[in-house]
Each structure stands twice: as structure tokens, then as C-alpha cells.
């Protein structure tokens, strides 16, 4: 059975996350999936940020949305979580497309919600622009669209209907309608939280034909009990840990 194994946010157990730096890991450790998330600067750039504020992942502060991209590329993105990533910076979307045709990487890409005043357009721009991005994509990439925000995906699936996509479910947004919102967007699969998760609703996904991917285990027991229920993939911090083929760190 193929165990799809997704590194959240790259391999952010020894890099910091969403950086090329914690991307780049987890390809010389021979994990093939990426997770990652997407956001926009106030100057309508698409950049790779996992948070709404800039404060926990990088040396600035506030919202995204209010910073120009030429105030957010002048931050470390990883001094944060070790002098040695000093230099990171928040990866562009473009950046982002380059990685994953150099390498052959396969995406789950998350729409992040947008807090702004003007969220809207913001959202609109964001959509818009991935859209294009996607198109530049290598078909040797698989791809699937993740979102939290079912609006988010709906605005993509009008823009670029093939799009393969994924609904995010947490804990609380995870009730017993969720294959209405699966079928509103379009979703080919589930990605629901894994606390709270229950063997019965597993089976109840894959009953109804979804493929599931489970997020964020880095307990290799939690990991390995999901796979018996039957899920097709789980992300992980640590994703490195749970190939078969074990690499060692690059020096
Ligand atoms: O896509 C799985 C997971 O990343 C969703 O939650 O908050 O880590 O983006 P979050
Ligand atoms: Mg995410």
C-alpha cells in the first residue's frame, strides 16, 4: 500500500518552516510530499507563510497583509529557530514553482484564509495569481489545493476547475454535514485534524470514496495506527521519520 508521507511545512523539525531551507531537507531525506501554505503582502505578492502575523516565524511584526514584500524580504524567516537560518527569507510563490519543478516534489499547497481590511480583493489577487502559478507547474508534480476556507476553494475551482482539491477539517469544523462542503467544492479529499479523530469517521471517508490525509502526527504510533484504519497519508513535522528507507543528514 502506497503511504503518502507530506512534510509540514517542509521538514520543520530541523529547519524552520516554509523556508527553501526546510523544503530543500526534506528532499535530501527522500520525503517526495511538501506542505506548505500561502499567503499575500499588502502589495498583492503571493508568499509562503504559515501564520495571519509575522511574529512567531520571523524578526517582524504585525499582519502580513499591512507589510510591503520589500519590507517582508528584508526579514529573517529563520533566525528564529537557529542563527544558522539567519539568511532564510519568506519564499515568493515563484520561488515556490521553481522548487518544485527542480526537484520533482509532489504539493498539498494550503489557501490560508485572508485577514485584511480589504480581504476581498486580496483573496481575489491571491486565487488569481496561484491559479497562473499552478499552470507553470510540471505535470510530473501531483498537486492538491488545500483550504480551511471553503470560499477560497470555490474562488480557485472557478478559475481553474481541474485543480485537485482537499477540504481542511479541525476538530470543531469537522461535523456530521462535512460531504456537503466536500461536494460543494469539489474536494477529491479529506484532511481532517488527527485529534478527535475517530476509526469510524475514517471509514465513513473512505466509504464515500475520499482519500484522506491526516494532520500533524509525529508520534510514530499515532502514525501507524491511522495507516491500519485505513488513511492514504499523514503529515508530519518529523516526515523524514517515517520512510521506510531511513537517509541520514547531509553534512
Ligand atoms: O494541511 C495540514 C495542516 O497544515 C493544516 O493546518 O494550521 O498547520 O496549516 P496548519
Ligand atoms: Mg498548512
Redesign the pocket.
Known amino acids: 500500500m502506497n503511504r503518502r508521507i507530506?512534510a509540514?511545512?517542509g521538514l520543520s523539525h530541523l529547519a524552520p518552516e516554509n523556508t527553501l531551507a526546510a523544503f530543500t531537507l526534506a528532499v535530501n531525506m527522500g520525503v517526495d510530499w511538501l506542505?506548505t501554505?500561502l499567503g499575500i503582502t499588502q502589495d498583492e505578492h503571493v508568499v509562503i507563510l504559515?501564520d495571519d502575523h509575522l511574529d512567531r516565524t520571523t524578526n517582524g511584526h504585525g499582519l502580513l497583509t499591512t507589510q510591503t514584500y520589500a519590507q517582508l524580504r528584508r526579514l529573517s524567516a529563520g533566525a528564529w529557530f537557529d542563527p544558522r537560518f539567519a539568511s532564510e527569507r519568506v519564499p515568493n510563490l515563484q520561488e515556490l514553482v521553481a522548487f518544485l519543478n527542480r526537484t520533482g516534489m509532489n504539493a498539498?499547497i494550503?489557501l490560508?484564509s485572508v485577514v485584511a481590511d480589504n480581504a476581498n480583493v486580496l483573496a481575489d489577487s491571491l486565487v488569481r495569481q496561484f491559479a497562473k502559478a499552478l499552470d507553470a507547474i510540471s505535470p510530473n508534480c501531483e498537486i492538491i489545493v488545500?483550504s480551511?476556507n471553503p470560499v477560497m476553494l470555490l474562488k480557485l475551482r472557478q478559475l481553474r476547475p481541474q485543480t485537485h482539491f482537499?477540504v481542511?477539517f479541525?476538530r470543531y469544523s469537522l461535523r456530521d454535514d462535512w460531504q456537503l462542503t466536500m461536494q460543494a467544492c469539489g474536494a477529491e479529499y479529506i484532511?481532517p485534524?488527527a485529534a478527535q479523530l475517530t476509526y469510524a469517521q475514517v471509514s465513513a471517508f473512505k466509504r464515500a470514496g475520499y482519500q484522506v490525509?491526516v494532520?500533524?502526527i509525529d508520534a510514530r504510533d499515532l502514525g501507524n495506527q491511522l495507516f491500519n484504519w485505513g488513511v492514504d497519508g499523514i503529515?508530519s513535522n518529523c516526515a523524514n521519520e517515517f520512510l521506510t528507507e531511513k537517509r541520514s543528514l547531509p553534512h
Open positions: 507530506l509540514h511545512r506542505e501554505d504559515h498539498n494550503e490560508k488545500s480551511k482537499a481542511l479541525d484532511h485534524q490525509n494532520w500533524t503529515f
